[in-house]
T-cell receptor, first 113, second 116 residues
Framework: GNSVTQMEGPVTLSEEAFLTINCTYTATGYPSLFWYVQYPGEGLQLLLKATKADDKGSNKGFEATYRKETTSFHLEKGSVQVSDSAVYFCALSDQGSNYKLTFGKGTLLTVNP | GAGVSQSPSNKVTEKGKDVELRCDPISGHTALYWYRQSLGQGLEFLIYFQGNSAPDKSGLPSDRFSAERTGGSVSTLTIQRTQQEDSAVYLC??????????????FGPGTRLTVL
C-alpha cells in the first residue's frame, strides 16, 4: 500500500534561515504529491503540488521537486519568516487508491524572530 | 467563492451517544472525502464519495461509523455509540473530480469531537 514518511519534528529555526523538510514515499502507481500546511487554529491548506516526475511545485517561496528515482518530495524555502510557523504535511494520492490522500505524520515548524 | 464548510465546529458528547457531523462541499465538486485527525494516528482517510455513491469505505474504523451523501452535495458522517477513542478532528474535503490534473482536495475547517 501507499505510505509517506516525513521528517519528524519539531523544527525550530531563526527568521531568514533555510528550511528543508524531508519527505519520501512508497506507492504502487504513479502518484501526485502534495504539501499541505496547517497554521495555528486553521484548517489544512494546499501549499503546493506536483503531478509527475521532475515537476517542481512552488508557492509562497516554498518549493518541492518530484524525484521519482529517490521517491522523494522534499520541501524547501530559502528564507523562512515567523509567519511560516505551522505544521507541514506531505501527502500523496493515486488513481489506484481512488485519489484518497495518504499523509505523513506532519512536521511542526517554529520560526523565531 | 465559498469553501468547504462543516458543522458543528465543536461537539462534546457522552460516551454511548450518537453524533452526526455535516459537510457542505464546494458547489459543483463531485468527489468528497472524510478524514480524521488525531494525536496518536495523524491524518487518516475514512470514506470517499463520488456523487452519491461511496466506492471506498475502507477507512471506516468500525460498523459504528457510517456516512451518506445526498443530491451529490451535502454529506453526513454518523458515529453511533461513541467511544472515547472516537475523539478527534473530523475533516471533510472536496475536489472537482477524482483524479487527473484537478485532483487537489480542498479541506473544511473540521469538527472537533470530544467524547467524555
Amino acid at each position: 500500500g501507499n505510505s509517506v514518511t516525513q521528517m519528524e519534528g519539531p523544527v525550530t529555526l531563526s527568521e531568514e534561515a533555510f528550511l528543508t523538510i524531508n519527505c519520501t514515499y512508497t506507492a504502487t502507481g504513479y502518484p501526485s504529491l502534495f504539501w499541505y500546511v496547517q497554521y495555528p487554529g486553521e484548517g489544512l491548506q494546499l501549499l503546493l503540488k506536483a503531478t509527475k516526475a521532475d515537476d517542481k511545485g512552488s508557492n509562497k517561496g516554498f518549493e518541492a521537486t518530484y524525484r521519482k528515482e529517490t521517491t522523494s518530495f522534499h520541501l524547501e524555502k530559502g528564507s523562512v519568516q515567523v509567519s511560516d510557523s505551522a505544521v507541514y504535511f506531505c501527502a500523496l494520492s493515486d488513481q489506484g487508491s481512488n485519489y484518497k490522500l495518504t499523509f505523513g505524520k506532519g512536521t511542526l515548524l517554529t520560526v523565531n524572530p | 467563492g465559498a469553501g468547504v464548510s462543516q458543522s458543528p465546529s465543536n461537539k462534546v458528547t457522552e460516551k454511548g451517544k450518537d453524533v452526526e457531523l455535516r459537510c457542505d462541499p464546494i458547489s459543483g465538486h463531485t468527489a468528497l472525502y472524510w478524514y480524521r485527525q488525531s494525536l496518536g494516528q495523524g491524518l487518516e482517510f475514512l470514506i470517499y464519495f463520488q456523487g452519491n455513491s461511496a466506492p471506498d469505505k475502507s477507512g471506516l474504523p468500525s460498523d459504528r461509523f457510517s456516512a451518506e451523501r445526498t443530491g451529490g452535495s451535502v454529506s453526513t458522517l454518523t458515529i453511533q455509540r461513541t467511544q472515547q477513542e472516537d475523539s478527534a478532528v473530523y475533516l471533510c474535503a472536496s475536489s472537482p473530480i477524482a483524479g487527473g490534473s484537478t485532483d487537489t482536495q480542498y479541506f473544511g475547517p473540521g469538527t472537533r469531537l470530544t467524547v467524555l
